[in-house]
């Protein structure tokens, strides 16, 4: 009986299909970490992001480094040296003016395959949070309406996200 079950476990994990870009120095789970461009995306966006799967590794095809999360897929592109977190349908991409999303149809104007794609639209985003997008109030926003955590924050504030005043909003 036990060796009938073994057989099962074993068939049933050989049927699962794993992405040709996993490597196979790919941690489990539990040892896996994110480290520099990816690990500033998970800080920012920690709940959207999710936790790890593997650790980062290359696409042998066009050499960008992937991480797989719970939520999605962290890529750094070589054609632009952007990093971007996607769920499949939103991607974040951190570039120029701090982290942006946008569709996974769209692109801004400073992506470099941004000719073949329909433009995000425009964000306004307040000055005061240089690294995310946080549009000016009105509304008033608080922590719980934003995905954003341990951002910097410079005056003045209007959402009142650095209630200690140290220049980190939405601490974790
Ligand atoms: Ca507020
Ligand atoms: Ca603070």
């Given at each position: 009986?036990?060796?009938?079950?073994?057989?099962?476990?074993?068939?049933?994990?050989?049927?699962?299909?794993?992405?040709?870009?996993?490597?196979?120095?790919?941690?489990s789970a539990d040892?896996?970490?994110?480290?520099?461009?990816?690990?500033?995306?998970?800080?920012?966006?920690?709940?959207?992001?999710?936790?790890?799967?593997?650790?980062?590794?290359?696409?042998?095809?066009?050499?960008?480094?992937?991480?797989?999360?719970?939520?999605?897929?962290?890529?750094?592109?070589?054609?632009?040296?952007?990093?971007?977190?996607?769920d499949g349908h939103?991607?974040?991409?951190?570039?120029?003016?701090?982290l942006r999303m946008?569709?996974?149809?769209?692109?801004?104007?400073?992506?470099?395959?941004?000719?073949?794609?329909?433009?995000?639209?425009?964000?306004?985003?307040?000055?005061?949070?240089?690294?995310?997008?946080?549009?000016?109030?009105?509304?008033?926003?608080?922590?719980?309406?934003?995905?954003?955590?341990?951002?910097?924050?410079?005056?003045?504030?209007?959402?009142?996200?650095?209630?200690?005043?140290?220049?980190?909003?939405?601490?974790?």
């Amino acid at each position: 009986m036990r060796q009938f079950r073994l057989f099962v476990l074993i068939t049933v994990l050989a049927s699962v299909s794993l992405p040709s870009t996993v490597s196979s120095d790919a941690a489990s789970a539990d040892s896996c970490r994110f480290v520099l461009g990816f690990k500033t995306i998970h800080d920012l966006i920690p709940g959207v992001v999710g936790t790890c799967l593997a650790n980062e590794h290359y696409n042998p095809t066009n050499g960008d480094a992937l991480q797989e999360t719970t939520n999605g897929l962290l890529v750094w592109r070589k054609s632009d040296n952007f990093t971007v977190f996607t769920d499949g349908h939103r991607s974040w991409v951190n570039g120029p003016f701090g982290l942006r999303m946008r569709l996974n149809t769209q692109r801004f104007p400073w992506e470099s395959d941004a000719a073949r794609f329909p433009p995000a639209p425009e964000q306004l985003c307040d000055p005061s949070y240089p690294t995310v997008c946080i549009p000016p109030p009105p509304p008033d926003l608080d922590c719980q309406d934003i995905p954003f955590r341990d951002f910097t924050v410079l005056p003045l504030d209007p959402h009142r996200l650095d209630g200690d005043n140290d220049r980190i909003g939405c601490e974790t």
